[in-house]
Nanobody, 123 residues
């Protein structure tokens, strides 16, 4: 298991932006797909964005397309989630996870998870 640590969450007004970071330990970070998930109060954990090992392929939930951008810097062992035009419904704990299959969006295909970072968007 790799250690994943999310950061960058906080409280923002609707329409604002945040950039989340996920720092990973281990030498094999660049060999894995990575994903972002979120879980809001009273809701199930849902897929937000994914990125393949090289960073050249990305995939997004319909709810965030056009607003969020996932990227990675393998030299820094870091994955990012740029969140623009934030909405109150984006409020959730955001989790970074390491994938076991390229292109996976279901939580069962991710084998390492961070502790999460809180994102709160006020109206």
């Amino acid at each position: 298991q790799v250690q994943l640590v999310e950061s960058g969450g906080g409280l923002v007004q609707a329409g604002g932006s945040l950039r989340l970071s996920c720092a990973a330990s281990g030498r094999t970070f660049s060999n894995y797909a990575m994903g972002w998930f979120r879980q809001a109060p009273g809701k199930e954990r849902e897929f937000v964005a994914g990125i393949n090992w090289s960073g050249r392929s990305t995939y997004y939930a319909d709810s965030v397309k056009g607003r969020f951008t996932i990227s990675r810097d393998n030299a820094k062992n870091t994955v990012y989630l740029q969140m623009n035009s934030l909405k109150p419904e984006d409020t959730a704990v955001y989790y970074c996870a390491r994938g076991t299959a390229d292109g996976a969006i279901h939580p069962s295909y991710f084998d390492s998870w961070g502790q999460g970072t809180q994102v709160t968007v006020s109206s």
